[in-house]
């Protein structure tokens, strides 16, 4: 341990009273219980164990940020006690929010972002949807106007030398616009 740890540790253990705010490197993150272990130099012996990734440790909701390891984070003691969390971070992996009954994550690592477990797939992009949709509209509108009005010839029925359809489709397609899908709440 070099000296500079060494000092800081016995600074911690003898004066207990003060809050301290130190400047620690992340030596591993466990993201289950939302804590991580600390050096005072980087790649050093974490000599802080299970730091708080959130200020609030009776609540499992809120805002959970979890650092990448071997950034720099400031730590700051809570109430002059052996209980430290993270209050400024340098580089995130990931970044969550838990609330009752919906979550939010962010993966810096993987660049995603995703809510609620991300059971639903993607987010639709819109704009390709209705296109395509349109597409396949028109299609249909045009195949129901040809079968409409299309004749037989040479086909005799009753008294006419030609025939045309026995039965006409009814009823119109309604063309599809962005309204009809988007929620504009959720953005990407």
């Known amino acids: 341990m070099s000296k500079k740890s060494e000092k800081l540790r016995e600074l911690l253990i003898t004066d207990t009273q003060k809050p301290k ?3 620690c490197y992340v030596s591993s993150v466990d993201e289950t219980n939302a804590s991580c272990d600390l050096a005072f130099e980087p790649d050093g012996e974490p000599l802080l164990k299970e730091v708080s990734l959130k200020s609030v440790i009776d ?3 809120g805002i959970i940020p979890t650092p990448e390891i071997g950034s720099k984070v400031l730590v700051e003691r809570v109430l002059g006690g052996e209980y ?3 209050i400024k ?3 995130l992996s990931k970044l969550k929010y838990i609330g009752t009954g919906n979550s939010f994550i962010i993966d810096f690592e993987k660049e995603e972002s995703y809510f609620n477990e991300g059971d639903n797939g ?3 992009k819109i ?3 209705v296109d395509r949709l349109n597409k396949l509209e028109n299609k249909v509108k045009s195949l129901i106007s040809k079968y409409n009005s299309h004749v037989h ?3 005799t029925t009753g008294g006419s030398s030609t025939a045309s359809t ?3 489709e009814a009823g119109r397609l309604k063309t599809t616009v962005r309204g009809d899908f988007e929620n504009e709440k959720v953005r990407h």
Request: proline residues 4%.
């Open 21 to 23: 705010v130190l400047l």
């Open 59 to 61: 609540n499992a909701n």
């Open 84 to 86: 430290y969390t993270i």
């Open 89 to 91: 971070f340098d580089k």
């Open 122 to 124: 993607g987010l639709i």
């Open 127 to 129: 704009s390709g949807l």
């Open 153 to 155: 010839p040479g086909v």
């Open 166 to 168: 026995s039965s006409i």
